[in-house]
C-alpha cells in the first residue's frame, strides 16, 4: 500500500522570481486538475495560494502555501514559494522537501538573470527541475533567444520540450517536439491537434536537434541513432527525458500563458511522465523510503493559525506516520492535508507525503522528526540560514504591550527563521532584523494581527564609541559630612590613549599605602562607570587609567568614596584628553553578476568603502564578489540600493571588523544630533 502511495505521489515546488506568475500558475494547475471549481486572481485576492492577509494586502506571496490535486491518478503535492529575494529563505527551506521543481519565468531576457541564485540552489541540492516560461503573450524576443539566455544561468543544460506558433505577436499554440505534433490553444479546455505550421519547419527542427543532441549526451545509444541519422521513437525520447530529468542532469522547457491556462496541461503531463516519484530524493539523501522502520521526516515550515495553533509542514521521508503517534517525544496532535488556508484532517501520512502537524511545540523549521532514537539518526540537511542585511528598532506602541513581545517575537522566529532579534548593548533598542523592508514590515504586520502588538519604527542607532588622542593627570577628591562618620576619597589618575582595539585597562603604581588595597577596586569601578558615557556622550574605548597617587581618611574613607572621587576626576580630565568620535567598520564581501561588477565598487566608494579587492564568486558562474571596508552607518539602506542596481539579484555578507575615527565634518553632525535627542 505504501509503495502503491509513492509510485503515485509527486512533491513539486513552483518557484520563481516575483511576479513570473507562480500563484497563477498554481491556480491553473488546481483547475486543471480539477481540483478547485472556479479559478481565482491576485487581483481579486481569492487565490488558494495567497490567502494571508498579509499576501493579500501586498498582491504577493510571503510564505510557503501548500495545494494538492489529483491528475491522471497521480497525487499531487504543490509547495507555491515567495518569489520575492526578501523570502527566499522560505522557498529554500520547502525546497529541501521538495521531488522536483517547476521555475516560472517570464518572457523577459533582461529578467533572466534573477534565476541565478535559484538554479544555484537547485542545482547545489541535487534537485530535478523544469522551466515554464510563462507570459509568452507579453514576449518580445524569439523563444530561441529566451532559452538561450537561460542557459548562460544554469550549469545544467536546457532542454526545449515545446516551440511556440505565433500569429503575429499572439501566442496562438505549440509544437511538441518529442512528438513534432502541433497543437492549437484555447482558453479553458485542452488544445487540439492542427496540421504542422510549414513556415516553423526549420525552427522547430533546430529546436528538437537541440533537444535531441542534449540527451544524446547521456545515452551512447540515442547518439549512435542520430549520426545515422535515424528519427529516435517517442518512446526513447520519453525515457531519456525521465531518466535524465529524475537524476538531475538536465532541465526540460515548457512554454505558455498561466493566466488562460496556456501551457499548463502538458506541464501536467510532464510531470505525470517525467517527473521522479518522492522516493528518488529521499535515495538521493541517504534513506531508504521503501523500508519498514521508524518514521522519519523533516519540519520544511512553522504556521501559527488563529485557530489551531501552531502547525508544522512536514515531509515523511519514510515510514508511516499517525495520529497520536510521538516524534521526538513530542506527541503529534493531529495531521491535515492543506490545501490554502483549509485543513483536512486525516489519521495517516505515508512515505513521500507532505502533511500538517499540530501542536508539536519545541519542534522547529528544518528539524529533523523521528519515532525512534533520535540520537541514532543523522539529522537531514537543512537549508542555510541568511545572514539578516536590514534592521528596524521596534517598540510597542503601548508601554503595557513591553511584557509581551518577547514571546511573540519568539513565535514570530518560528514561523520565519529569516528574522532574528536583539536588544543592543550599547543602545538598548529592541532591533528586528531581516532580508529587507518588506521583509520586516510583513512581519510587523504579523505582530500585529496575530499578537495585538502594534509597532513604532525607526532606523536602528549607530553605536559609537568614543576614545581620546592626549594624555592629562587628573585630580578627583570626594569629601561629605552630614553627621557621624563622613565620606572621603581622593585620588590621582593618569589618564592616557591606547592602540585602537585594546579597549580598557586600569592600573594603580601606588606607593606607601596612600590609598589602601581594599579601597582601589572602587576606584577602578568608579572610572568604569563614568567609562560608559564619555564627554561625547558615548562608550569610551581604548583609554588606560592609572591611579598614581592619593589620600585616605582613617574613620570617613570607604571603597564608595574613593568610586565617587574617581568619577569627579574622570569628570575633570576626560574633556582635557582630546576625546574623538568613533564609528564601526564592517567588513563586507558584496556578491554580484560580474556585468554589475562596476556598480557595486561605485556602490561601495560612494559611501565612503574602501575596497580591498573583488574576484571570481568561486563556485558561480559569471559572479563577483567585491570585498570592502564600510561604516557602519552607511550600510542601513545598503541592501535596497544594491538590489535595486542589480535586478534584486545582489547580496552581501558582513561581520564587525574594527572602530575608526569618525570625518570631523561628520562627527559634528553626529554629535549635533545626539545632543538634540
Known amino acids: 500500500m505504501n509503495q502503491n502511495i509513492l509510485d503515485r505521489s509527486r512533491n513539486v515546488a513552483l518557484v520563481g522570481p516575483y511576479s513570473s506568475g507562480k500563484t497563477t500558475l498554481l491556480e491553473s494547475l488546481l483547475s486543471v486538475s480539477g481540483a478547485i471549481t472556479r479559478k481565482g486572481t491576485i487581483k481579486d485576492g481569492n487565490t488558494v495560494g495567497d490567502g494571508s492577509p498579509e499576501a493579500r494586502d501586498r498582491a504577493m506571496t510571503v510564505e510557503v502555501s501548500v495545494a494538492s490535486s489529483t491528475y491522471q491518478d497521480i497525487s499531487?503535492?504543490?509547495?507555491?514559494?515567495?518569489?520575492?529575494?526578501?523570502?527566499?529563505?522560505?522557498?529554500?527551506?520547502?525546497?529541501?522537501?521538495?521531488?522536483?521543481?517547476?521555475?516560472?519565468?517570464?518572457?523577459?531576457?533582461?529578467?533572466?538573470?534573477?534565476?541565478?541564485?535559484?538554479?544555484?540552489?537547485?542545482?547545489?541540492?541535487?534537485?530535478?527541475?523544469?522551466v515554464f516560461v510563462n507570459k509568452l503573450d507579453r514576449c518580445k524576443d524569439s523563444f530561441m533567444e529566451i532559452l538561450h539566455a537561460l542557459k548562460a544561468v544554469s550549469s545544467r543544460p536546457l532542454v526545449p520540450q515545446q516551440y511556440p506558433i505565433r500569429q503575429d505577436t499572439e501566442l496562438v499554440g505549440y509544437i511538441d517536439l518529442v512528438t513534432e505534433q502541433a497543437y492549437q490553444y484555447h482558453a479553458g479546455s485542452p488544445a487540439d491537434p492542427i496540421p504542422f505550421p510549414d513556415h516553423l519547419k526549420d525552427?522547430?527542427?533546430?529546436?528538437?536537434d537541440e533537444m535531441l543532441e542534449v540527451l544524446a549526451d547521456f545515452d551512447d545509444h540515442l547518439l549512435e541513432e542520430l549520426l545515422e541519422e535515424i528519427n529516435p521513437p517517442k518512446e526513447e525520447i520519453l525515457k531519456d527525458l525521465k531518466q535524465d530529468l529524475s537524476a538531475d542532469l538536465v532541465v526540460p522547457v515548457f512554454l505558455g500563458i498561466a493566466e488562460q491556462d496556456y501551457g499548463v496541461r502538458p506541464l501536467l503531463d510532464a510531470l505525470v511522465e517525467e517527473a521522479p516519484h518522492p522516493g528518488v530524493t529521499a535515495e538521493r539523501r541517504g534513506l531508504k523510503p521503501e523500508a519498514p522502520g521508524d518514521v522519519i521526516a523533516q519540519v520544511l515550515k512553522t504556521y501559527y493559525t488563529p485557530q489551531g495553533g501552531k502547525l508544522s509542514l512536514v515531509r515523511v521521508w519514510q515510514g508511516e506516520l499517525n495520529d497520536g503517534m510521538s516524534l521526538n517525544g513530542v506527541r503529534v496532535g493531529g495531521i491535515y492535508r492543506l490545501m490554502g488556508q483549509q485543513q483536512e484532517s486525516v489519521t495517516q501520512a505515508y512515505t513521500g507525503q507532505i502533511v500538517a502537524l499540530s501542536r508539536m511545540e519545541g519542534v522547529l523549521t528544518g528539524d529533523t522528526l523521528t519515532s525512534g532514537d533520535l540520537n541514532k539518526l543523522k539529522p537531514l540537511p537543512k537549508a542555510d540560514k541568511l545572514e539578516p542585511v536590514y534592521a528596524l528598532a521596534i517598540t510597542p506602541e503601548h508601554r503595557k504591550d513591553e511584557v509581551k513581545l518577547s514571546s511573540a517575537l519568539g513565535k514570530l522566529l518560528e514561523e520565519d527563521p529569516a528574522l532574528h532579534w536583539e536588544q543592543h548593548g550599547d543602545t538598548r533598542e529592541i532591533i528586528l532584523w531581516g532580508q529587507g523592508e518588506i521583509h520586516i514590515k510583513v512581519s510587523l504586520d504579523?505582530?500585529?494581527?496575530?499578537?495585538?502588538?502594534?509597532?513604532?519604527?525607526?532606523?536602528?542607532?549607530?553605536?559609537?564609541?568614543?576614545?581620546?588622542?592626549?594624555?592629562?593627570?587628573?585630580?578627583?577628591?570626594?569629601?561629605?559630612?552630614?553627621?557621624?562618620?563622613?565620606?572621603?576619597?581622593?585620588?590621582?589618575?593618569?589618564?592616557?590613549?591606547?592602540?585602537?582595539?585594546?579597549?580598557?585597562?586600569?592600573?594603580?603604581?601606588?606607593?606607601?599605602?596612600?590609598?589602601?588595597?581594599?579601597?582601589?577596586?572602587?576606584?577602578?569601578?568608579?572610572?568604569?562607570?563614568?567609562?560608559?558615557?564619555?564627554?561625547?556622550?558615548?562608550?569610551?574605548?581604548?583609554?588606560?587609567?592609572?591611579?598614581?597617587?592619593?589620600?585616605?581618611?582613617?574613620?570617613?574613607?570607604?571603597?564608595?568614596?574613593?568610586?565617587q572621587a574617581a568619577r569627579v576626576a574622570m569628570t575633570e580630565g576626560m574633556p582635557k584628553c582630546n576625546p574623538v568620535l568613533l564609528e564601526p567598520i564592517l567588513l563586507v564581501k558584496v556578491l554580484v553578476p560580474n556585468e554589475f561588477t562596476s556598480k557595486g565598487l561605485q556602490l561601495v566608494t560612494g559611501r565612503r568603502g574602501q575596497i580591498l579587492g573583488y574576484e571570481s564568486l568561486e563556485g558561480w558562474q559569471n559572479w563577483d564578489q567585491v570585498t570592502a571596508h564600510l561604516p557602519q552607518a552607511e550600510m542601513q539602506n545598503f541592501i535596497i540600493e544594491l538590489r535595486s542596481l542589480t535586478l534584486g539579484v545582489g547580496f552581501f555578507h558582513w561581520e564587525y571588523d574594527h572602530l575608526q575615527e569618525v570625518p570631523d565634518r561628520l562627527a559634528e553632525n553626529v554629535l549635533a544630533q545626539n545632543s538634540a535627542t
Open 76 to 130: 499531487f503535492t504543490f509547495l507555491d514559494c515567495p518569489g520575492s529575494v526578501e523570502f527566499a529563505q522560505e522557498t529554500y527551506n520547502a525546497l529541501v522537501g521538495a521531488g522536483a521543481a517547476i521555475v516560472v519565468c517570464e518572457a523577459d531576457i533582461a529578467k533572466v538573470l534573477t534565476l541565478a541564485p535559484l538554479f544555484k540552489m537547485l542545482d547545489d541540492w541535487e534537485i530535478p527541475h523544469l
Open 203 to 208: 525552427d522547430e527542427k533546430a529546436a528538437r
Open 446 to 563: 504579523r505582530l500585529r494581527r496575530k499578537y495585538n502588538l502594534p509597532m513604532t519604527t525607526h532606523l536602528p542607532r549607530i553605536p559609537y564609541k568614543e576614545t581620546i588622542r592626549g594624555s592629562f593627570k587628573s585630580h578627583g577628591r570626594y569629601k561629605h559630612q552630614s553627621g557621624g562618620h563622613g565620606a572621603f576619597g581622593d585620588v590621582h589618575l593618569e589618564i592616557s590613549p591606547l592602540s585602537r582595539g585594546e579597549g580598557f585597562k586600569f592600573t594603580d603604581t601606588i606607593v606607601g599605602g596612600v590609598v589602601p588595597k581594599q579601597y582601589i577596586p572602587g576606584v577602578e569601578t568608579g572610572v568604569r562607570e563614568y567609562l560608559v558615557q564619555g564627554p561625547l556622550g558615548f562608550p569610551v574605548v581604548d583609554v588606560l587609567v592609572n591611579l598614581s597617587d592619593g589620600s585616605y581618611h582613617t574613620v570617613d574613607s570607604s571603597e564608595q568614596a574613593f568610586k
